[in-house]
């Protein structure tokens, strides 16, 4: 297979044709889209976009796949794309709607990956949780215990002086 680098404005993009295609993913995390350019500027231009910008995302992902095409090629596309007749937002749709497809099922399995690592995560962090709350009450009766026991020393204290001053003042008077 064929691998080159090619350039867009402002970055280059590594490109593998075929099944060893590195799959990209944009600044929101999910992956993104190939797609095709039907611009009167780009026609037939493929890039990768952030999936979704239809949405009115600001993630704002873009890397062109190719490089730009020579200004023939662009006019004989541009040529082939009006004699189909066919308004060209409809056929825009149409190529797009494929790679969608594909997006939509890679990005579906990403999410759900992505749900299922949140959940163990969610359940470890359970578990720690519990751990800590069982230790924090076990402290907490201990605390207590603690508590009970130096009151009891403390009054005990306090009934042997009284105890020894009650002796005193009766030794003084016999």
């Known amino acids: ?44 231009r493929r890039f990768y976009g952030c999936a979704r910008y239809r949405e009115g995302s600001k993630c704002k992902y873009f890397k062109w796949i190719d490089a730009k095409f020579s200004d023939r090629a662009t006019e004989v596309i541009l040529d082939l794309l009006d004699g189909r007749r066919q308004p060209p937002s409809t056929f825009v749709d149409d190529l797009d709607d494929v790679d969608s497809k594909q997006v939509e099922a890679s990005s579906a399995n990403y999410l759900k990956n992505e749900v299922s690592k949140q959940a163990e995560v969610s359940s470890v962090n359970n578990y720690l949780l519990k751990n800590e709350v069982s230790r924090m009450k076990i402290e907490r009766e201990c605390y207590q215990m603690f508590i009970i026991v130096l009151f009891c020393y403390i009054a005990y204290l306090m009934i042997k002086c009284k105890a020894l001053e009650d002796k005193k003042k009766f030794l003084q008077l016999s």
């Open 1 to 44: 297979m064929e691998s080159r680098i090619l350039s867009s404005s402002s970055n280059s993009s590594h490109r593998s044709d075929g099944e060893g295609e590195h799959e990209r993913f944009c600044y929101c995390g999910l992956p993104s889209p190939r797609r095709t350019s039907w611009s009167r500027m780009n026609p037939g």
